[in-house]
């Protein structure tokens, strides 16, 4: 082994997937040992040297079309066997308890009603929601809106429902927060209106179930892995509740139930979706790539902190995340993502709608999944909206 012998790792940079006509190749040199050639380095990046042959070795082999080469084509069976596995994936859940709602506080609005309630997510969990329940006769189609991460935690379900009898503080970041990612508007407020009942609650670690910061992350799922959980177990385990509760209201038609988020709220959309035969359709907006295309140098999956909110333990050993959002299949879904979003290489999203088209195509349901880049960054403007919501109203009449 020569001196100059030199491990070239070549790594696209997030840029260059996003934009490619302003690409910027970055390269990334591990030496090796002069004499006998071992590696002198052994991660970069927050990235093991090795990372793309881990990346290559892993095949994805319950993934519809892996699973229907080897098993034959029964969707339903597939589906069945998959959702269990996916369970397991989600680690050990809170004990179920009787929901006992109780509403603490309602707050008249133009063409419907904010009330607060509190009800058991779980038996480990009392939690307060928002829910908006539009006039007149019942029951009513239904959303249940998922918050988004955003590394803001001051603030859960008043992202996406208008905050009242609240102090100053919370009320003015809300707004804030809705003015920069979401049209100037709530999106609960907004569909209540339009006579949807919406039902949104703080995730663990948000709002009035919040305590660790955006540093605790880590520190709060290391230490739920020590109970036999996981952080995102927990939250994935508290929208199955979750949709489990708004169909039970009375209020609600339980057959036209759908779940709507942005960014970590797209991913609990198409999770729940996947995994709750209570979720009828599901709008997922600004959260679907490939594994492989966000496991790279530079992208905000590897630094850790907030993955740790959307991350099961080996879960991709069998499925990758357009496989898990397949199990939806054939429900109607909504999958939009932004071309300026730096988060979600477009490579990646367009790789990840290719494969969830082929699920639902394969079903003779194309015509119920829809996919969609926009020419925008990381956020559901009121054009996005006022679009997904004509598609729900079509989906939920």
């Known amino acids: 082994m020569t001196r100059s012998n030199k491990l070239i790792i070549a790594i696209i940079g997030l840029h260059a997937l996003l934009l490619p ?21 052994g991660s970069q990046g927050h990235l093991p040297v090795f990372y793309k042959q881990l990346a290559e070795r892993l095949t994805y082999p319950y993934s519809w079309e892996n699973w229907s080469q080897s098993n034959g084509a029964d969707f339903d069976r597939w589906r069945s066997e998959t959702r269990k596995r996916v369970l397991n994936y989600f680690l050990t859940p809170s004990p179920d308890a009787p ?11 133009a063409g419907y009603t904010s009330h607060k309630v509190a009800f058991n997510l779980t038996a480990d969990s009392r939690v307060l929601a928002y829910l908006l329940v539009p006039d007149g006769p019942g029951p009513h189609p239904a959303i249940l809106l998922l918050h988004d991460h955003g590394a803001e935690f001051r603030i ?59 540093e605790g992350q880590q520190a709060l799922n290391s230490n739920l892995l020590h109970f036999g959980m996981s952080l995102a177990g927990l939250i994935a385990h508290g929208d199955l509740r979750g949709a489990e509760f708004l169909a039970s209201r009375p209020e609600v038609d339980s057959s036209r139930i759908a779940a709507l988020g942005l960014s970590m709220g797209s991913f609990r959309t198409w999770q729940v979706a996947a995994m709750s035969d209570h979720i009828a359709a599901g709008m997922a907006i600004c959260w679907m ?53 730096k988060l979600f290489p477009v490579k990646s999203v367009e790789e990840a709608y290719r494969k969830m088209h ?40």
């Not at 709530?186 to 305590?211: I, K, M, N, Q």
């Not at 630094?303 to 990758?320: E, Q, V």
């Open 358 to 397: 082929a699920v639902w195509e394969s079903q003779g349901a194309a015509t119920r999944l829809t996919t969609k880049l926009w020419d925008v960054p990381h956020l559901f403007s009121r054009d996005m909206q006022e679009e997904a919501f004509e598609w729900l109203k079509q989906q939920l009449r």
């Open 99 to 109: 929901f006992e709602p109780a509403i603490i506080g309602s707050q008249k609005r």
């Open 289 to 341: 790539a490939t594994n492989r295309g966000l496991m790279v140098p530079g992208n905000n999956q590897v630094g850790g902190d907030s993955t740790y909110t959307m991350m099961h333990p080996g879960i991709f050993n069998d499925l990758d995340y357009p496989d898990v959002a397949s199990l939806a299949c054939p429900k109607p879904m909504l999958f939009y993502n932004g071309l300026q979003d």
């Open 21 to 41: 006509n302003h690409a910027t190749a970055e390269e990334n040199v591990v030496t090796l040992h002069p004499e006998f050639g071992y590696q002198l380095q």
């Open 156 to 214: 859960g379900k008043e992202k996406v429902v208008e905050p009242w009898d609240e102090r100053q503080e919370k009320t003015q970041l809300a707004r804030k927060w809705v003015d920069q990612y979401y049209g100037q508007r709530f999106l609960g407020d907004e569909l209540a209106s339009r006579g949807y009942v919406c039902l949104a609650y703080d995730a663990l670690h948000w709002s009035d179930r919040g305590g660790a910061g955006f």
